[in-house]
Each structure stands twice: as structure tokens, then as C-alpha cells.
């Protein structure tokens, strides 16, 4: 497996190779060593790639992948996958605010915490979290699943459209226009799957699932104190 010691390189020269010459690669399998809390490592890859990171990294690693694989064998700094498009981000440690913000596809992954904002304005993406997440998570999420196996903070899925959140643990005050809702057996199974792809194993019925309440679509004078 190729290795990068960002102790010896820069990121630019790391996100370039990885960007335009990893995938003439002979090997798909990278590793980068001595991240010491760098910004913006493995940000913009577009190829079937894996970079695996030993330790820990700053803001916005791994920032608007399409199909890599990319593990953080550490914890990660704000906007932790941002804007991802495909792939999947794994982080074994914890994750700072606003993880996944706006993520339209693929699957981030976040064994410890997550802070505040977790899921901000998806858009596609699957986030699960094993353990707890902050106040004002899945705001304005339109579209994909935000799976917590531990607590939420208050202010969750405020202004949410169509996404789908489940939680295990205690939910603190719900933002504007989000509710608990049914979980039916298709969401049940969709749960499953979830927890899988992110090689979890969880009861799926000891989640309760939120979503939007659809009182904010279209606006309504009646509504007003909501928005």
C-alpha cells in the first residue's frame, strides 16, 4: 500500500496525486500518516479509491467525494464530508459540527459523537452516528437518513423536507416542523440496511423515526410563529 507522510509532503501534493494519479495507481489502497490535525486532507476525489488516515484531521477532509472510500482512524474537524457525493467516509473517533453538510449521496460513518449540525442541509447522503449528536442537527434536510444510535440534541430537524431521521436514544425539544412519525416495516427495513452498510449491529426497533410534519411547504398565515 503507498504511503504519505504528511510530515515530509503538503496536502496540495497530497490531493493532487490522489486526484488526478491515484487511479492509474497498481495499488487502489493509500495510506497517509502524520495528519496531525490537517485541514482539508482527501478533499475532491472522484475515483475507486480507498485512503486510509492514521490519526486525526481538521476541517473539511474528505469535502465533496464521489466514490472513494475514505477512513480517519482518528476524530475529524468541522465539515467532515461536506458536500459528498458517493463513497463512504468513516470516522472511528468523534466528528465536530456540521458533518455531512449538504451531502447529496454515499455513506458517512461516525463510530464516537458528532457536534452541532451533524446533516445540515442533506441532500441524499446516509449519515449514521453510534454515539450522541448536538442541537440544531438534520436543519433543512431534504433528502436521505440520519441514524443515531445514541442521544440528540435540541433543535433537531428544523425546517426538515424529506429526510428521514432515527434515533435510539433521548431527543431534546424538536426544531420547527419536525415530528415523530410511524415507523412502519419499510422503514424498519431501510434501518436494517443502514446499520449494515455501516457494519453495525443494532435492533432497529428500538429507534424511533422524525420527520417533517409538512406545515411549512407552503406559506400559511396560521403557521407563522413556526417559521
Known sequence: MPEFDLS????????????????????????????????????????DIKVEIEGSVGYYCAGMNTLAEVVIKGSAGPGIAENMMSGRVIVHGNASQ???ATGHGGLLVIRGNASSRCGI?????????????????????????????GNAGNGLGDSIYEA????????????????????????????????????????????????????????????VDLY
Do not use: W
Not at 486526484?19 to 500518516?33: C, D, G, Y
Not at 431534504?142 to 443515531?148: D, K, M, R, S, Y
Not at 431521521?165 to 412519525?181: M, N, P, Q, R, T
Open 8 to 47: 515530509k509532503i503538503s496536502i496540495r501534493e497530497l490531493n493532487s496525486y490522489l486526484q488526478n494519479q491515484a487511479s492509474e495507481s497498481e495499488s487502489p489502497k493509500f495510506k497517509v500518516r502524520n495528519p496531525f490535525g490537517a485541514h482539508a486532507v482527501a478533499v475532491g476525489l472522484f475515483s
Open 98 to 100: 456540521y458533518a455531512g
Open 121 to 149: 442541509s442533506m441532500k441524499g447522503i446516509n449519515i449514521v452516528v453510534g454515539g450522541d449528536i448536538g442541537h440544531s442537527s438534520a436543519f433543512m434536510a431534504q433528502a436521505g437518513n440520519l441514524v443515531v444510535l
Open 164 to 223: 428521514n431521521i432515527f434515533v435510539a436514544g433521548s431527543v431534546g425539544d424538536l426544531g420547527a416542523d419536525c415530528i415523530e412519525k410511524e415507523m412502519r416495516q419499510e422503514h424498519l427495513n431501510l434501518l436494517e440496511k443502514l446499520l449494515n452498510d455501516a457494519e453495525i449491529t443494532d435492533e432497529p426497533r428500538r429507534f424511533k423515526r422524525y420527520g417533517s410534519a409538512r406545515k411549512l411547504y407552503h406559506f400559511d398565515i396560521k403557521n
